[in-house]
T-cell receptor, first 112, second 115 residues
Framework: GQNIDQPTEMTATEGAIVQINCTYQ??????LFWYQQHAGEAPTFLSY????GLEEKGRFSSFLSRSKGYSYLLLKELQMKDSASYLC?????????????FGKGTKLSVIP | NAGVTQTPKFRVLKTGQSMTLLCAQD?????MYWYRQDPGMGLRLIHY???????AKGEVPDGYNVSRLKKQNFLLGLESAAPSQTSVYFC??????????????FGPGTRLLVL
């Protein structure tokens, strides 16, 4: 099976940097995704990592270490609109590789 | 290009009633998924489909049935609704057109309340 852990809630200040961690245990691995979900809305894709290292996309970056079963999402220059839940999801390799298993999400509150 | 759409947006059912949730996508995606999202539980996969005419069980399939008669549509049925099925249901679709990258695109969700 798969087990994905991320903090339940975090609070950060507008303009600051915040790091949201995700650890996973899986019998196979074929990619890690981060999604953003505003309250009452659908999740939207943020980033994808399949190899170790950092992927940067504007204010958002995502890091992966496959040997440690660890990823983080880094949000820079926080804005009020970044208040949302951030979902970590893992895709298994091999058969069923099109399925994602999601963590429970981290609710980020950005305060002035 | 509407992306992924879901019908209805909100529904109230009585225990034992049946209903069908409709998901449609206009991106010609091969794969489609149904999830439910409950507070403190995250998104959980109910059923999925890797192509027209094929379906498979996900993590929490009990009490639900699905059909994929057309590539663009994926139906989720509740034959006899139970209060435990009160949830927000999301449909998603994806394609493996990009090498090794498969992003799932989500619909806006259906909020279901079973009394």
């Amino acid at each position: 099976g798969q087990n994905i852990d991320q903090p339940t809630e975090m609070t950060a200040t507008e303009g600051a940097i915040v790091q949201i961690n995700c650890t996973y245990q899986t019998s196979g691995f074929n990619g890690l995704f981060w999604y953003q979900q505003h309250a009452g809305e659908a999740p939207t894709f943020l980033s994808y990592n399949v190899l170790d290292g950092l992927e940067e996309k504007g204010r958002f970056s995502s890091f992966l270490s496959r040997s440690k079963g660890y990823s983080y999402l880094l949000l820079k220059e926080l804005q009020m609109k970044d208040s949302a839940s951030y979902l970590c999801a893992v895709r298994k390799g091999g058969a069923g590789s099109y399925q994602l298993t999601f963590g429970k999400g981290t609710k980020l509150s950005v305060i002035p | 290009n509407a992306g992924v759409t879901q019908t209805p947006k909100f529904r109230v059912l009585k225990t034992g009633q049946s209903m069908t949730l409709l998901c449609a996508q206009d991106m010609n995606h091969e794969y489609m998924y149904w999830y439910r999202q409950d507070p403190g539980m995250g998104l959980r996969l109910i059923h999925y489909s890797v192509g027209e005419g094929t379906t498979a069980k996900g993590e929490v399939p009990d009490g639900y049935n699905v059909s994929r008669l057309k590539k663009q549509n994926f139906l989720l049925g509740l034959e006899s609704a139970a209060p435990s099925q009160t949830s927000v249901y999301f449909c998603a679709s994806s394609t493996l057109a990009a090498v090794n990258q498969e992003t799932q695109y989500f619909g806006p969700g259906t909020r279901l309340l079973v009394l």
